[in-house]
């Protein structure tokens, strides 16, 4: 027929070797490591949701099962429990590459094991990405800047970093991946992108993963009393999870290698947090002072005005709109904690 060209009924092989679908758009096959986690789960919701082909790559050494359970029936979906240290072959377009503790608590726990998933697990999907010429994406942090001189931080910043404190294993990791995602791209031409996250929360977060929120959240609803580390005037931008991942979308999409900073620049100090928690969920809640961490951060805050020229992003979700999203799930899950130890 004349209606279409015969162009589009050419069974056209992409690089990762299968056959387009439909007429037009080529079914992309997208693989998330660290997908059981937090972010990760959030972004291949939304994968799956615009029709792509997503593979979960997860150790579930903090990601869970019950984050993509809904989603194992689906058969656009395959999770595979592989740790990233180790190498992996896959036919894929695209990495998403999430796969690292991201709570202090828990990147501390196994420092090592901390920069080994940063810097070898990071090297592996590169390697992948050269070898099936996907594109590839690395979620770095904030805590690049480490606690920085510059304020609010730009990309252009190269931070305050300690390169042998208690943070040095995930923040000096993620320089490393962020060099070696460089020399991939510069070396081996290898499609890149980096992201540079700034503190994310939302539905999902791990219960008891130390961070503020998450920390803030399930003590207003255990009638606990909230712990203000220091003097609670240190400062943080909070982002809600789906501006996240819209962002990170975008960034593989686009045009850009970044870095981005993906991040929302609302700026509150851990006490200005607490009350609006206690506004949110309990007028009662109480908070209690503890020693702080080392090398703790003063303030952070991001300059998006990169992302937002170049990617057409910022977020939309505010802090005080943000918390009540993920009051539901935490509650939830709080009480089958709960009903688990026969209370
Ligand atoms: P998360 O801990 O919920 O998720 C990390 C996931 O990676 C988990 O599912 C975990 O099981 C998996 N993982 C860890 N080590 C692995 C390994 N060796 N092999 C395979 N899987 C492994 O954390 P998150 O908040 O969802 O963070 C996701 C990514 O975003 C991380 O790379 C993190 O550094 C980055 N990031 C997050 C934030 C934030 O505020 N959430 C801020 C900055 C950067
Ligand atoms: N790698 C992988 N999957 C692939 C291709 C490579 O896990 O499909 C790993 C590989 O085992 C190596 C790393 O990625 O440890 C870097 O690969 P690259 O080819 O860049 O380097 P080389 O193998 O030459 O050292
Ligand atoms: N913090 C706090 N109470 C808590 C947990 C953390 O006051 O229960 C503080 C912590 O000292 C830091 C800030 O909150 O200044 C953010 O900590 P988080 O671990 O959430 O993230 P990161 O330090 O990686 O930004």
């Given at each position: 027929s004349g209606s279409y060209s015969s162009v589009y009924n050419?069974?056209?092989?992409g690089k990762a070797g299968r056959v387009p679908v439909g007429i037009g758009r080529r079914r992309k096959r997208v693989v998330v490591t660290g997908g059981a986690g937090f972010v990760g789960s959030h972004l291949v919701d939304k994968l799956i949701g615009r029709g792509d082909e997503v593979i979960v790559i997860d150790n579930f050494f903090t990601g869970r099962k019950d984050n993509l359970v809904h989603l194992f029936?689906?058969?656009?979906f395959e999770l595979i429990r592989h740790d990233v240290v180790e190498p992996i072959l896959l036919e894929v377009d695209q990495i998403y590459h999430l796969a690292c503790p991201a709570s202090p608590v828990h990147y501390k726990y196994n420092p090592v094991k901390t920069i080994k998933t940063n810097v070898m697990g990071t090297l592996n999907m590169l390697g992948l990405a050269k070898r099936v010429g996907a594109r590839f994406l690395l979620t770095s942090?904030?805590?690049?800047?480490?606690?920085?001189?510059?304020?609010?931080?730009?990309?252009t910043y190269w931070g305050n970093v300690?390169?042998?404190?208690?943070?040095s294993c995930y923040d000096e990791g993620k320089r490393t991946a962020e060099t070696l995602a460089m020399d991939y791209h510069r070396g081996a031409g290898v499609e890149v992108r980096i992201a540079r996250i700034f503190n994310t929360y939302g539905?999902?977060?791990?219960?008891?993963?130390?961070r503020v929120v998450s920390n803030f959240v399930a003590q207003a609803i255990r009638k606990q009393p909230m712990t203000v580390y220091g003097d609670g005037q240190q400062t943080r931008s909070f982002q809600y999870v789906s501006d996240l991942v819209d962002g990170l979308v975008a960034l593989m999409e686009g045009e850009h290698i970044g870095p981005f900073n993906l991040g929302n620049p609302g700026e509150f100090t851990m006490l200005e947090l607490s009350e609006v928690v206690k506004e949110t969920i309990d007028p009662t809640a109480t908070i209690e002072f503890k020693p702080n961490t080392a090398d703790d951060p003063h303030m952070r805050k991001p300059d998006i005005s990169k992302a937002k020229d170049l990617l057409n992003w910022e977020p939309k979700i505010s802090l005080r709109d943000g918390l009540p999203l993920m009051v539901g799930d935490f509650r939830k899950r709080i009480l089958n904690e709960d009903e688990g130890k026969g209370a």
């Open positions: 050419k069974p056209v092989v029936s689906n058969p656009m942090t904030s805590e690049v800047y480490g606690d920085p001189l510059q304020h609010p931080q730009k990309e300690n390169p042998i404190g208690e943070r539905p999902r977060m791990c219960l008891d993963d130390g």
